[in-house]
């Protein structure tokens, strides 16, 4: 199985700073398969960033991400109120899927 | 517009079984594998199952094999997760996901406690 482990657990930052998420695999996967998502209190995960570095349909470019096999970041170039939230990355190219812990982005 | 409604959720004794069901409209569902989330409360995302588009193949994580199925029905454009011998630690919101991630439905909550 791999692991994805991801930092900081916790991410304090104001309205307009940068953010700079890490997830880290326990073995080389393939950029094609890694996602972010973003998820809210009460909603369901939303994709972001697909294969790695691909914004989804409707995401704004203030999210960008980057990475190959093992380290893998996504940044948001300056927060607006609506994006904290708590992020997750997840790979899909080997079963069992996994998803990382989590980094929660507060104020 | 893309939805993913899922349906059958509630309380349950440990030992028990619940069928949930995910009913897709806005996309050609037949076309698409399917996928089983599952997120215990205040906890963090799990993937659960998933099913290739033509059902021939299905995997589950390890927690869940030989007690949760997955299926499909193109006709009615379904995703099904029978849930067997359920234990506490099942316990989570389950949501219905297109593909890995693309789309999700809200999730409809399995509470397992006597």
């Known amino acids: 199985e791999i692991v994805l482990t991801q930092s900081p657990g916790t991410l304090s930052l104001s309205p307009g700073q940068r953010a700079t998420l890490s997830c880290r695999a326990s073995q080389t996967i393939s950029s094609t398969f890694l996602a972010w998502y973003q998820q809210k209190p009460g909603q369901a995960p939303r994709l972001l960033i697909d294969s790695a570095s691909l914004r989804a349909t409707g995401i704004p470019d203030r999210f960008s991400g980057g990475g190959s096999g093992t380290d893998f970041t996504l940044s948001i170039s300056r927060l607006e109120p609506e994006d904290f939230a708590v992020y997750y990355c997840q790979q899909y190219g080997s079963s069992p899927w996994t998803f990382g812990q989590g980094t929660m982005v507060e104020v | 517009e893309m939805q993913l409604v899922e349906s059958g959720g509630g309380l349950v004794q440990p030992g028990g079984s619940l069928r949930l069901s995910c009913t897709a409209s806005?996309?050609?569902?037949?076309?698409?594998?399917m996928s089983w989330v599952r997120q215990a409360p205040g906890k963090g995302l799990e993937w659960v199952a998933y099913?290739?588009?033509?059902?021939?193949?299905?995997s589950y994580v390890d927690s869940v094999k030989g007690r949760f199925t997955i299926s499909r029905d193109d006709a009615k454009n379904s995703v099904f997760l029978q849930m067997d011998s359920l234990r506490g630690d099942d316990t989570a919101v389950y949501f219905c996901?297109?593909?890995?991630?693309?789309?999700w439905g809200q999730g409809t909550l399995v509470a397992v406690s006597s």
């Open positions: 996901v297109r593909q890995a991630g693309v789309h």
């Open positions: 806005g996309f050609p569902f037949s076309n698409y594998l």
């Open positions: 099913i290739n588009a033509d059902g021939s193949t299905k």
